[in-house]
């Protein structure tokens, strides 16, 4: 079973940086877009940022200028760059192809909390 690992949150205070990392069991991310999504309680998984296998890139408005996504299909990698940390960042982040395979798929996230 194919596993996505997030990892790389934690408290950080607000105007800090924090970079995400999620790491793929197996070689999913080549050929497929790849989401990474915030969970606030509450609220629905929201997508804030998405790299297309040609690295094309898509921020969420909020995000936009401060959060930069990369990818590297030789280590099953997707990183998310998340600066200029605000408290409407907090939450827990998660990771996934964008693909009918993954749409329900959620792996364990990892959880951002932002401090004013």
């Known amino acids: 079973q194919v596993q996505l690992v997030e990892s790389g949150g934690g408290l950080v205070q607000a105007g800090g940086s924090l970079r995400l990392s999620c790491v793929a069991s197996e070689s999913i991310f080549r050929g497929e877009s790849v989401g990474w999504f915030r969970q606030t309680p509450g609220i629905a998984h929201k997508v804030v940022a998405i790299?297309?296998?040609?690295?094309?890139?898509w921020y969420e408005d909020s995000v936009k200028g401060r959060f930069t996504v990369s990818r590297d299909d030789a280590k099953n990698t997707v990183d998310l760059q998340m600066d200029r940390l605000t408290s409407e960042d907090t939450g827990t982040y998660y990771c996934k192809p964008i693909t009918v395979r993954f749409r329900s798929y959620w792996g364990q996230g990892t959880h951002v909390t932002v401090s004013s």
């Open positions: 790299i297309s296998s040609d690295e094309t890139t």
